[in-house]
């Protein structure tokens, strides 16, 4: 059951079956990502299971995954400037070369990144960075989530 909810994401987001769901936005979920090498780590899943683009969603659904994706990116901002020590900036990126469903990572950097990757993409993180235990998403993570989670409820007003 533990790991289930990796194989449906969005379904288990809208089911309210996806722990790493933080809050439902107007075109989607922010959820905290499951590595946090750099904390605060967070995607926006699109609520619609079946649009793997942007370009596939009608234009006033697009402009609201869009202004989802700015509300998460300064909620985090927000919580990682207010909970987490060298918070530098935040980086919002629509990839989608490896899962089929529409999301955007929100990236907060930070100045304690080693300098020869600091200015560079998340991407280029060694791979094993991605996998290593100390990463992985867990309870001590709870105060910088319910931060973030915090300041989306200020952003939605």
């Given at each position: 059951m533990?790991?289930?909810?990796?194989?449906?994401?969005?379904?288990?987001?809208?089911?309210?079956?996806?722990?790493?769901?933080?809050?439902?936005?107007?075109?989607?979920?922010?959820?905290?990502?499951d590595v946090q090498f750099l904390p605060g780590y967070s995607v926006l899943l699109t609520d619609d299971p079946l649009v793997e683009r942007l370009s596939?969603?009608?234009?006033?659904?697009?402009?609201?995954?869009?202004?989802?994706?700015?509300?998460?990116?300064?909620?985090?901002?927000?919580?990682?400037?207010?909970v987490q020590s060298g918070f530098r900036r935040v980086n919002l990126e629509i990839?989608?070369?490896?899962?089929?469903?529409l999301h955007a990572h929100v990236w907060p950097?930070?100045?304690?990144?080693?300098?020869?990757l600091v200015r560079l993409p998340v991407w280029l993180y060694p791979r094993e960075t991605w996998?290593?235990?100390r990463y992985a998403l867990?309870?001590?993570?709870a105060p910088?989530?319910?931060?973030?989670?915090?300041e989306l409820?200020?952003?939605t007003g």
């Open positions: 533990m790991g289930e909810w990796r194989d449906d994401r969005i379904g288990s987001a809208l089911r309210g079956d996806n722990p790493a769901v933080m809050r439902r936005l107007d075109a989607g979920f922010a959820v905290i990502g596939e969603l009608p234009r006033s659904r697009r402009l609201a995954f869009l202004g989802d994706m700015e509300r998460l990116g300064e909620a985090v901002e927000r919580a990682c400037r207010r990839l989608g070369n490896a899962d089929g469903f950097r930070y100045d304690w990144e080693p300098e020869d996998s290593e235990e867990g309870a001590r993570h910088l989530r319910e931060a973030i989670g915090e409820d200020r952003l």
